[in-house]
C-alpha cells in the first residue's frame, strides 16, 4: 500500500447513502440527506439551520415570500408559520397578498396546463389565446378565472379603502394590515371554506407584512386607481421607520429567504443600518448565481456586504421552492416540536 500524499483540503469524510423507507417521517429523510453530496446535502444544512433558528426564542426572524407561491398552494404553510409564531415580519409581493386575499374571499386558483397537450395541431400562442378568450389568467400550469379580480376590486373598495381614505396617506404596512382585517372579517361572514390565508393571520397575531413593490401588482393597481378620487394615498418610505426599529431591537436574526427579487433584497438589506446583521440565513431559489443578479447571489455573497454575521450560519438552496419550501418546513418544524 503506497503512502497517502499530504493534503490541506481534504479530509476523510466519506458520503454515505440515503435511504428512502416506508416508515420514514420527513424529518427521518432529511436527516438521511446530511450523509449525501450536492443538493441533498445542502437541503440537510437548510433544515438544521431553520430548525436553530426557529427554535430559539431570541431570534426574530424576517421572511421573504417572492414568486407565485400562493396560487402555487404554498399559502397554508406561509400563514401557518406565522400563527405558531415562527415569523416575527413578512415581506412579500403585492401579487402574492392579492391571490391570498382572492381565496380569502371565497375565490379559487386551478389545476391547469402549460399548453395544448391533447391537440398537437395547437401552439402553446394558440392555447393562451383560447384562455383569453374564455377570460382565464394562467400562471404556469395554475388558471385563475378573471372574475375573482373584479371580487377582489369590489373588496378592497368596499372593505378595505374607506376606512384608509379617511386616515389619508398611510404606509403600505397600514394597507397590509387593513387588508388582512378585512380579509379575516368577510372570510368569517361569509363562511368561506377556505382557510382566511396570510394576511388575515398577520393581522390577526399583530406580524407585521411589508411590500416595498405593491405597485407591481393588482393590488398596487387598485390602491393607485382609488387614490385618484380619495384622499387615500401610500407612503412608500414609512415602512422603514418599524422595519428598522425590528432590526435595532432583534437580539439575534434571521432570514427566511424563498424566492429572489424586491422581498429578498428588502429583508436582507434591513441590516444595512442596524448595528449587527443577521446570524441565519436561509434561502430557497431557482435562480443560478452567475448571472451575477440579486435573486440568484449566494448568502455568502450578502455576507461581503454586511448583511450576515462573520459567524452566521447559512444555506442557499437551488430549487423549486414549492418543492423545498414544505420540506425544510416540515422536517424543522418536526425536529422543533418533537424535542
Known amino acids: ?27 427521518d429523510l432529511a436527516d438521511g440527506y446530511a450523509h449525501s453530496g450536492i443538493g441533498g ?28 407561491m400562493v396560487p402555487a398552494g404554498m399559502r397554508t404553510i406561509v400563514a401557518d408559520l406565522i400563527r405558531d409564531g415562527y415569523v416575527d415580519a413578512l415581506v412579500t409581493t ?11 374571499i371565497g375565490g379559487k ?10 391537440d398537437p395541431e395547437k401552439s402553446e400562442r394558440d392555447h393562451d389565446e383560447q384562455l383569453r378568450e374564455e377570460g382565464v389568467d394562467r400562471i404556469y400550469n ?12 369590489s373588496h378592497l373598495r368596499d372593505e ?28 368569517d361572514r361569509e363562511n368561506v371554506d377556505e382557510s382566511p390565508g396570510i394576511a388575515a393571520t398577520a393581522y390577526e397575531e399583530d406580524v407585521p407584512i411589508y411590500c416595498p413593490a405593491v405597485q407591481d401588482s393588482v393590488l398596487g393597481l387598485q390602491s393607485w386607481m382609488y387614490s385618484q378620487t380619495s384622499d387615500f394615498s401610500l407612503d412608500a418610505l414609512a415602512d422603514m421607520d418599524e422595519l428598522t426599529d425590528q432590526a435595532f431591537e432583534a437580539e439575534d436574526a434571521g432570514a427566511l429567504v424563498v424566492g429572489g427579487g424586491v422581498p429578498k ?44 454575521e462573520r459567524a452566521a450560519r447559512n444555506a442557499s438552496v437551488y430549487a423549486d421552492a414549492t418543492i ?12 422543533i416540536e418533537h424535542e
Not at 395554475?142 to 376590486?153: D, G, I, K, N, W
Open 1 to 27: 500500500m503506497t503512502d497517502e500524499p499530504e493534503r490541506e483540503e481534504f479530509h476523510h469524510d466519506p458520503v454515505a447513502h440515503a435511504e428512502a423507507r416506508a416508515d420514514m417521517s420527513v424529518g
Open 41 to 68: 446535502r445542502t437541503i440537510h444544512e437548510a433544515v438544521d439551520i431553520t430548525a436553530e433558528m426557529f427554535g430559539d426564542d431570541d431570534t426574530t426572524v424576517f421572511m421573504g415570500l417572492a414568486g407565485a
Open 94 to 104: 403585492g401579487a402574492n397578498l392579492t391571490h391570498d386575499t382572492i381565496e380569502a
Open 109 to 118: 386558483h386551478h389545476h391547469g396546463r402549460t399548453g395544448p397537450h391533447d
Open 142 to 153: 395554475v388558471y385563475l378565472p378573471q372574475e375573482h379580480f373584479a371580487a377582489f376590486e
Open 160 to 187: 378595505v379603502f374607506p376606512t384608509l381614505a379617511d386616515e389619508g396617506i398611510v404606509s403600505i404596512q397600514r394597507l397590509t394590515k387593513e387588508l388582512g382585517r378585512a380579509n379575516a372579517a368577510v372570510n
Open 265 to 308: 433584497n428588502y429583508v436582507l438589506q434591513t441590516m444595512l443600518v442596524a448595528p449587527d446583521a443577521y446570524d441565519y440565513g436561509v434561502q430557497l431559489t431557482m435562480d443560478p448565481p452567475q448571472t451575477g443578479g440579486l435573486s440568484g447571489a449566494t448568502l455568502d455573497e450578502a455576507r461581503s456586504w454586511g448583511k450576515l
Open 324 to 335: 423545498t419550501l414544505p420540506l425544510v418546513v416540515a422536517a424543522a418544524r418536526e425536529r
